[in-house]
């Protein structure tokens, strides 16, 4: 019976000495009491090894010792990634892993992996990069069910992104997320084929849509009175295109945050700090709200982006508003806004917690007709 208890260490077979006085370095493997000795192709006299930290000392073993961690770490994960979908490990799997062949992957089922993977995953990122996975998962058992690894290749790319194509989804952001699973996969052994990798991803939009103010006022204004549970999203939603806030941080946003009209909070996504001072529409949006809720509470009520999301759609066919809404496009209204009311780059990457100005520019759409009245006054030669 095979048991989840297994032990990797870095032992010097001094059985094998040389003629120079060096031995090799050997991983032994102890598992389901059996020993499985993996050489390391690595040598080191036996003065030079420390048989308790597994390691060479002295001067010069940095690179030995870097190593040696790293093979013992790529080992274990993939013992451990294999037990969590359920695929016994012989040792001739564990050999072909430890010379960079990969294991038999016929019979894995991708989803068998991919749970395994965001579950270890999700421990090292924020909520809000979660749910992305948790996105991918759908799209990938919607377009393929029963997926096999074996069966991700080149060919597999393209045709899943002409699916995000045709179902008008987030093509640069699934397909990211899945060639970093991928890349798991490929460093653990679970993986042969290598194709997908020449893939290339969209680039992300720069030139992302905006509200203009005549469509925030159609929104402002448009009758919801017989869907009254759009309200609570139509008033985030403004919120963020009068604040450039993200969902994550409006959401987030508890009264203590809010002193003397200025906002403050540390982000979110990039726990980056974050100060915005408001002007009236959004002081207006926090008042209705402010005196109905608990010192400790959040600002606005608890709603799923999803949610959101979906009401925004319906409010924008109500507010006849052409352009397809989700949240993100107040964060972009927002930096579009005060660059064509001529508020300098410098203070709108501030305000929307960018650490560089590069990051604030994918979020300045430029109104043509203020280029063009730029461009009426240039003149490239000197005036005779």
Request: hydrophobic letters at 35%; aromatic letters at 12%; glycine letters at 4%.
């Amino acid at each position: 019976m095979e048991t989840n208890y297994f032990t990797v260490k870095a032992v010097l077979r001094m059985d094998k000495i040389r003629k120079d006085e060096t031995c090799p370095i050997y991983i032994v493997l102890q598992r389901n009491n059996v020993t499985q000795k993996l050489s390391l192709s690595e040598f080191i006299q036996v003065k030079h090894w420390d048989k308790n930290t597994e390691q060479g000392i002295g001067k010069g073993y940095g690179n030995l010792n870097a190593i040696i961690k790293k093979r013992k770490q790529n080992l274990e994960d993939f013992i451990r990634e294999s037990k969590s979908f359920g695929k016994p490990l012989t040792k001739a799997d564990i050999n072909n892993f430890w010379n960079g062949k990969s294991v038999n992957e016929d019979d894995v089922l991708f989803s068998k992996f991919y749970k395994s993977f965001c579950k270890r995953h999700f421990k090292t990122i924020k909520e809000s990069t979660q749910v992305h996975y948790v996105t991918l998962e759908k799209k990938l058992n919607h377009f393929k069910p029963n997926l096999k690894i074996s069966e991700i290749n080149y060919s597999f790319m393209v045709e899943f992104d002409n699916y995000l194509i045709e179902t008008k989804s987030g093509r640069y952001n699934m397909i990211k997320f899945l060639k970093t699973t991928l890349k798991e996969a490929l460093k653990l052994g679970v993986v042969k084929n290598e194709s997908w990798k020449g893939f290339q991803n969209v680039s992300p939009n720069t030139s992302e849509i905006y509200l203009t103010p005549a469509e925030i006022h159609l929104i402002e204004i448009c009758d919801l009175s017989s869907k009254k549970q759009y309200e609570l999203t139509r008033c985030m939603f403004l919120f963020s295109c009068y604040t450039g806030m993200r969902f994550s941080d409006v959401v987030a946003l508890k009264k203590e945050n809010y002193k003397n009209g200025i906002i403050t909070l540390k982000q979110v996504k990039t726990n980056v700090d974050l100060k915005v001072p408001v002007n009236l529409q959004a002081k207006k949006i926090i008042c209705r709200f402010y005196s109905k809720r608990k010192e400790d509470e959040n600002i606005f009520p608890k709603i799923e982006n999803q949610t959101v999301n979906r009401y925004l759609k319906k409010i924008g066919e109500i507010a006849k508003i052409k352009k397809e809404l989700h949240f993100h496009i107040g964060r972009h209204t927002f930096g579009t806004t005060l660059l064509n009311n001529n508020v300098n780059v410098f203070y709108i990457s501030k305000m929307m917690g960018h650490k560089k100005l590069s990051q604030t520019y994918a979020y300045t759409g430029v109104n043509v007709g203020k280029m063009k009245d730029i461009m009426t006054n240039v003149n490239f030669s000197s005036k005779k």
